[in-house]
């Protein structure tokens, strides 16, 4: 198992600005592809952004692209998915996760997870 932990979700408005980060506490983050995912009330889990171990490849989906950008911190064991222009169903819960498949156009399946972070956007 390898602990991720996610922080940064709260209550926002539409149109607003929030930065979610993905943390562990074990393990080196830049020895690891990593996506983040979100799952809305009712809905299934989706994959919307990920980057590779050389962050020379990052994925968003359509749903987000322009609008998130995920970055890996150069001083700390982080990657960060900066989320603008919020909208009210960008509402989900937030989860990171670590060693995928991330590819330009794809984003697969991964095999460690965090407990997710909540985010909501309303007015």
């Known amino acids: 198992q390898m602990p991720l932990a996610e922080s940064g979700g709260g209550f926002v408005q539409p149109g607003d600005s929030l930065t979610l980060s993905c943390t562990a506490s074990?393990?080196?983050?830049?020895?690891?592809?990593i996506g983040w995912f979100r799952q809305a009330p009712g809905k299934e889990r989706e994959g919307i952004s990920c980057?590779?171990?050389?962050?020379?490849?990052?994925y968003y989906s359509e749903a987000v692209q322009g609008r998130f950008a995920i970055s890996r911190s150069s001083t700390s064991n982080t990657v960060y998915l900066q989320m603008g222009s919020l909208k009210p169903e960008d509402t989900a819960v937030y989860y990171c996760?670590?060693?995928?498949?991330?590819?330009?156009?794809?984003?697969?399946?991964?095999?460690?997870w965090g407990v997710g972070t909540r985010v909501t956007v309303s007015s």
């Open positions: 996760a670590a060693r995928g498949l991330c590819l330009s156009d794809e984003i697969g399946e991964y095999d460690f």
């Open positions: 074990d393990y080196t983050l830049r020895d690891f592809v």
């Open positions: 980057i590779s171990l050389d962050d020379r490849i990052v």
